[in-house]
């Protein structure tokens, strides 16, 4: 029963490199959402997708991009990685985008130098 | 501005008693509220919600309170169990129209059960 799936767990990334996060769930959610946890901060929504072919930006969208491939797969693209972009990713999946729980991945740990 | 404030960065209680984790809000807008658990090194997992028509919802261990007049909400353990180490998140988020896509997270509460 894998629910979502993130890849990869850790990446280190020089300044401005790019990179793609990817996810994917198996539950046959309609909702999907990335989001960041920084050191004594609470998890920030970055994009999301409320349904298949449709992106939004959440809180703190600026210097990522996402792509809504299908109905359970959905990724989030550094463009030139900064250091302030060093976090824990997290995706995260729904059945709906209203008052809902919430599915997450176990996370990505990335590392910007 | 902090919508969601967790003012207990930790808590230690002694397993078997209650432990109780305590969670404000500032929008007036949230009327549905979740709280997570997260272990070291994995995604966050969802405990208990509670809309804001109820002011109590209990799930086993778990009780979540609700007092909107007080925009507090609070999240019961009892007994506690060293398993329920963790980080415990609460999110809120209104119940539909603007902005209900998105759960805002308070910073989080270090449980520790201390056998």
């Known amino acids: 029963n894998a629910g979502v799936t993130q890849t990869p767990k850790f990446q280190v990334l020089k300044t401005g490199q790019s990179m793609t996060l990817q996810c994917a769930q198996d539950?046959?959610?309609?909702?999907m959402y990335w989001y960041r946890q920084d050191p004594g901060m609470g998890l920030r929504l970055i994009y999301y997708?409320?349904?298949?072919?449709?992106?939004d930006k959440g809180e703190v969208p600026n210097g990522y991009n996402v792509s809504r491939l299908n109905k359970r797969e959905f990724s989030l693209r550094l463009e030139s990685a900064a250091p302030s972009q060093t976090s824990v990713y997290f995706c995260?999946?729904?059945?709906?985008?209203?008052?809902?729980?919430?599915?997450f991945g176990q996370g990505t740990r990335l590392t910007v130098v | 501005d902090q919508q969601v404030k967790q003012n207990s960065p930790s808590l230690s209680v002694q397993e078997g008693r209650i432990s109780i984790l305590n969670c404000d809000y500032t929008n007036s807008m949230f009327d549905y509220f979740l709280w997570y658990k997260k272990y070291p090194a994995e995604g966050p997992t969802f405990l208990i919600s509670?809309?804001?028509?109820?002011d109590k919802n209990e799930d086993g261990r778990f009780t979540v309170f609700l007092n909107k007049s007080a925009k507090h909400l609070s999240l019961h353990i009892v007994p506690s169990q060293p398993g329920d180490s963790a980080v415990y998140f609460c999110a809120a988020t209104p119940y539909s129209g603007a902005g209900s896509y998105q759960l805002t997270f308070g910073k989080g509460t270090k449980l520790s059960v201390i056998p």
């Open positions: 539950m046959n959610h309609n909702s």
């Open positions: 997708s409320a349904s298949e072919g449709t992106t």
């Open positions: 995260a999946s729904s059945i709906r985008t209203a008052n809902t729980e919430a599915f």
């Open positions: 509670i809309s804001s028509i109820k």
